[in-house]
């Protein structure tokens, strides 16, 4: 899951296809990756989530000089919209990584991600308009895959199915935090709002932490090192790149591999072992996904 991840176009004239297709696939490997290292932390959850961004606060200021966006400027009424924003981000971030340690990689992965399906919904409540074509594929896919993963966490533990809510809580906040910031994204650029996000939301989750009497300094700081560069370095540094020359409909499908790498993961390294019921769960769900994107983009 990635601030980057909501990001349409379709301008692919005049650039490398094969570069961008591999930078868009290898951004959204390198983001499934991250839970894998949430767990291995030896920090809490929430702490782990405060290095990430904590981290890679100096390299977005760079990455936002390189791209000639200004990071100073922003009018007061903008910087109180994006700590309302960063709070969202906060908590959606506080929430997934939480739910990581607690449900299968791929559910993780799969709830976390819902923010494209939650925003097609409120688009119905904001237009005040039905569903057509692609959309009403979506909403068929997403309650059907999620009824049946959420089913499958509660058959195995109580504390998976916990752990998924938190992540389709990751998820709606994410959601929450994209149509917050949308405006501001669109006038200052990614790289110079993930600064200002980065600056409200690591005071937010260090103090989460506290309160939830995490541990907060690694006494191995591998696993937090490898988070914040293949997360907010790499993954979100190539979906920047990559994500503008693409339609929407190929955005979800790339989206897909996200899923399919915690999921493998899972397997290999923590024994999660899926059932063809939960194939078919993350199938319907990934759909879902991949339809919402094709709807809000036709629209």
Known sequence: M??????????????????LLAALL????????????????????????????FLALPFLFVFARISGQKVAGLSGKTLALVSLGALAFALDLASWHIGIGMTRLGNATLFGNAGSVILLFWGFIATRMMP???????????????????????DIAFESFVGDLFCLAAGTLYAVYLLTLQGARARFGAWSLLVWVAIFACPVLLGLAVILGE????????????????????????????????????????????????????????????SALDIIGMILLGSALVAA?????AR
């Open 215 to 274: 541990p907060i300094w690694p006494t191995d700081w591998t696993p937090i090192l490898i988070l914040f560069v293949s997360s907010q370095l790499i993954g979100q540094g190539l979906l920047v790149y990559s994500l503008g020359h693409f339609p929407p409909l190929v955005i979800g499908v790339a989206l897909l591999t996200q899923p399919a790498v915690a999921a493998l993961v899972g397997y290999t390294v923590f024994g999660e072992v899926l």
């Open 293 to 297: 994107r094709a709807g809000r983009g």
């Open 26 to 53: 290898a951004g959204n490997i390198a983001l499934a990756l991250g839970p894998w290292f949430v767990r291995e932390a030896d920090t809490g959850p929430v702490s782990a989530a405060f290095w990430r961004l």
């Open 2 to 19: 990635s601030e980057t991840s909501q990001v349409d176009g379709s301008n692919i004239s005049g650039a490398r296809p094969a570069l």
């Open 132 to 154: 057509r074509g692609f959309e009403w594929v979506a909403i068929a896919c997403a309650l059907s895959g999620a009824a049946i993963l959420l089913g499958r966490s509660l």
